[in-house]
């Protein structure tokens, strides 16, 4: 499987943004697909994931209540909806599929090339 992140650019403090992930291959029921973003000095941050075979989504508390992960099985497409956005969201969003459900990037074994977001204040 590989992926393609796109839809990221700069906006200002309290805008939306979608991004999408497209995966070229199989994704298998027993995947997830998640977000993770990189700020400038930070450490790779986990955002959320949701399940491939059902609807079962989970965020990270940062981002709860502002983002929604939302798939297109038939288009084999992730997105990510965020809403309210702050500076503290600006950094480059991949995304990356797993077998088992974690908040750990070294779980993910496929990983996108990620898209820029940046938001200013």
């Known amino acids: 499987v590989q992926l393609v992140e796109s839809g990221g650019r700069s906006v200002q403090a309290g805008g939306s943004l979608k991004l999408s992930c497209v995966a070229s291959?199989?994704?298998?029921?027993?995947?997830?697909i998640a977000w993770f973003r990189q700020g400038p000095g930070k450490e790779r941050e986990y955002v959320g994931a949701i399940r491939w075979s059902r609807d079962a989504t989970y965020y990270a508390d940062s981002v709860k209540g502002r983002f929604t992960i939302s798939k297109d099985k038939a288009a084999n497409t992730v997105y990510l909806q965020m809403n309210a956005l702050k500076p503290e969201d600006t950094g480059t969003y991949s995304c990356a599929v797993g077998a088992s459900l974690s908040t750990m990037a070294y779980e993910y074994f496929t990983w996108g090339q990620g898209t820029q977001v940046t938001v200013s204040a």
């Open positions: 291959g199989r994704l298998f029921s027993s995947h997830l």
